[in-house]
């Protein structure tokens, strides 16, 4: 079992002072001073207040790799994700803990590493490729593709500071996708560029990933992050929250970011806005406030608006997502028509109620917007403020086409009916 | 931390295997690695080819550049201290004099200069791969070997014109430009660590070299301090450098007892850099 263990993180800790000597770039004048301002510090404060100076990007993390496993590294900003990856790639050191690691490294912390804008295109290549970690023969081996993956070679002998920055990324994208090391750690590389070579991207790192490499993907896009690998691990302010199966630890960092994970959501009047949203709970079939479900559960939406004077064209918005996926938009208008032909003054309490076997087990969350349709102007947005999860408590959906492994939005299972059989 | 590649799926009778890259908090003293440092003798190469291709770009010039410096140093030189001063230049044509010590002296203060600045003007690639930094000082002392080689040139174009053939001494020159070499790098070692967290440093190499010029024997034969002096004189590496390429190429008077001060000196400075170097090299992306 221990074999095949490519990467072994044990109690890993990054510690920083902040304010301190470290923040700016410090002068033989700073240092003087300091060191004769250090006395008279410890009088004028009760002890050494360090802690306060003290930031742990990192603190008690550890963790297993194993050869040929694809995991992304999910979390806010400021969770240690990329602090993490810095550490694994040697860039800076750990305060304490140990890392061994088995096998060449590749590290793509950013797009371009490396790149002088003085040089031509040809010339970055291998400059970058190099500072990458590629061999100079194995540049010039792989020169023609990399040219073909980043569709500029017309441009390939002049200076990169006349490139475009579509060009520029494309060059230092195509360098960075033909890294063949062991291990991989990328850290959002994934976030320039535009929607068709973002794809082209993502189709490179899935036939990485295949090609049985050890990958570590710090990633903030959870499509792609699922679609790429296929287990997890969440930080959480330098905390490992959660290390397991990939939709299991993404769910579990959108009900840790959703501003409040299931149950309630209230906000103050803002006499500013003429249609608002006051509150928001979820309700299961006996009206009990919940925010667990089991997929063949009824589940009903609470919504309290306001309305401070007469309007005209004014509906209440609610979208529900699932995986970044808006799966229901609804206005409160759809069922009472006369709400967008004149809607009256008024406090309204209402119940939206969901079909059962709808949604799919995971997370969805809701989201809520008042506008004037006929003026296409919103008035207020409230994202993400309800997350419920739906899980599969009641049934072994093992061998069913709505399981939540399998791939599908909806759970609704239509009626299947039988025409005709002919028995053989 | 060996970078070596080890087949981790070969483990034979319960051995444990070696992990190729080894991961800790920072310690005092941190060995050298010379193998890692020969594995990425590519890239030590990559650095230098860049920083000459970048120097003269979109230049008029271009290469010029390379001897427009000591040339012009040393007509001043000539008009002011050989002329006007009448300083003592040991029987060799005064403009010869200064620009044989020029050429060394130039590839000395460039290296230095380059190397000093070499992590911080590199600091963005520093921060996002990783590779023994100590690649970042090496490659500033030898992209001036470049600029060197053309002012060498000249240098020998000068000695025909002033009917010097240069002595069986010769044979020696390689040493002294290696003892140039490593000077530059044993104190921009130094520097170039002390820069990352101090800026101040920096700033004090022009000024630096300014009165390391006049310290040497450039303007000046060492010939002019009192014999007892002299020794001392070589705790300066440079003096014993100049003296030396003088004398291999124009036969002047052989450095003697200086040179063994000098390179000394310069042995002590180098180690003393390279440890200095590695236990500061922990903090580096931290502090850049």
């Known amino acids: 079992m221990s074999d095949d263990i490519v990467i072994r993180v044990k109690g890993l800790g990054k510690k920083y002072t902040i304010g301190g000597p470290q923040e700016k770039y410090h002068t033989i004048r700073d240092a003087i001073v300091n060191s004769v301002k250090a006395p008279f510090r410890r009088l004028t404060q009760q002890g050494t207040d360090q802690s306060r100076n003290e930031f742990w990007a990192l603190k008690d993390v550890s963790f297993d790799v194993h050869k040929g496993e694809v995991i992304g590294i999910i979390g806010r900003n400021g969770a240690g994700k990329s602090t993490l990856l810095k550490i694994l790639s040697r860039i800076t050191t750990p305060t304490e803990g140990e890392v061994d690691i088995f096998g060449r490294v590749g590290s793509l912390l950013e797009v371009g590493t490396g790149f002088h804008p003085e040089l031509t295109g040809r010339e970055n290549i291998f400059l970058s490729g190099s500072i990458l970690g590629m061999r100079k023969r194995e540049i010039e081996r792989k020169f023609d593709e990399i040219v073909k993956f980043s569709e500029i070679e017309k441009f390939i002998d002049t200076p990169v500071k006349r490139y475009s920055s579509g060009m520029y990324v494309r060059l230092a994208f195509a360098v960075a996708a033909h890294l063949e090391p062991e291990i991989l750690l990328i850290d959002e590389v994934l976030a320039v560029g535009d929607a068709a070579f973002q794809k082209k991207c993502l189709g490179k790192m899935g036939d990485v990933a295949k090609e049985g490499r050890t990958v570590l993907f710090v990633s903030h896009n959870m499509g792609a992050i699922t679609q790429i690998c296929k287990r997890g691990i969440f930080l959480n302010s330098g905390n490992l929250l959660d290390i397991g199966e990939i939709n299991a630890v993404v769910n579990k960092y959108i009900l840790n970011s959703t501003l409040n994970s299931g149950q309630y959501w209230s906000t103050t009047e803002d006499p500013n806005k003429p249609l608002q949203v006051l509150e928001i709970y979820v309700i299961d079939a006996n009206g009990k406030k919940s925010s667990l479900f089991d997929i063949s559960d009824t589940i009903k939406i609470v919504i309290k608006h306001r309305c401070t004077k007469e309007l005209i064209g004014a509906v209440v918005l609610v979208s529900i997502f699932s995986k970044g996926t808006e799966l229901i938009h609804t206005f409160d208008s759809d069922a009472h028509a006369d709400r967008l032909v004149k809607r009256q003054p008024g406090v309204y309490i209402d119940e939206i109620e969901l079909p059962k076997r709808l949604f799919k087990a995971g997370i969805i969350s809701i989201s809520t917007t008042t506008a004037f349709i006929h003026k296409s102007t919103t008035i207020e947005t409230n994202n993400d403020v309800i997350s419920v999860l739906i899980d599969e408590i009641q049934e072994d959906t093992s061998f069913k086409g709505y399981a939540a492994i399998r791939s599908g939005l909806l759970s609704i299972t239509p009626k299947w009916t039988n025409l005709n059989l002919n028995q053989i | ?288």
Do not use: C, H
């Open chain 2, 1 to 288: 931390m060996t970078f070596s590649i080890s087949s981790y799926n070969e483990s034979q009778q319960g051995d444990t295997p070696v992990p190729t890259i080894v991961i800790r908090p920072p310690k005092k003293w941190v060995p050298i690695n010379f193998s890692e440092l020969w594995n990425y003798r590519e890239l030590l190469y990559f650095f230098v080819w860049r920083d000459v291709k970048i120097r003269y770009k979109q230049t008029a010039l271009g290469f010029a550049w390379a001897i427009i410096q000591p040339l012009f140093l040393m007509v001043v030189f000539t008009l002011f201290f050989g002329g006007l001063a009448k300083i003592p230049s040991e029987g060799i044509p005064y403009p010869l004099f200064s620009f044989a010590a020029l050429i060394p002296w130039t590839l000395f203060a460039e290296g230095l200069t380059r190397s000093t600045t070499s992590m911080v003007s590199n600091a963005n690639i520093m921060t996002k791969v990783y590779f023994p930094r100590l690649i970042m000082p090496i490659s500033g002392i030898l992209s001036p070997l470049v600029d060197f080689a053309i002012a060498f040139v000249i240098l020998i174009l000068m000695m025909v014109y002033f009917g010097f053939v240069p002595t069986i001494a010769i044979v020696i020159l390689p040493a002294f430009i290696l003892l140039a070499i490593m000077t530059s790098l044993a104190v921009g070692l130094w520097l170039s660590a002390l820069n990352v967290k101090y800026r101040d440093f920096q700033y004090t190499i022009p000024f630096l070299i300014q009165l390391w010029l006049f310290a040497s024997p450039v303007v000046y034969p060492s010939t002019l301090l009192p014999a007892q002096f002299r020794i001392l004189y070589g705790l300066n590496p440079m003096a014993g450098v100049i003296e030396g390429f003088r004398w291999a190429l124009l036969g002047t008077n052989p450095p003697e007892a200086m040179i063994l001060v000098s390179v000394g000196v310069v042995i002590l400075l180098l180690i003393g850099g390279l440890f200095y170097f590695k236990r500061m090299e922990q903090y580096f992306a931290d502090v850049v």
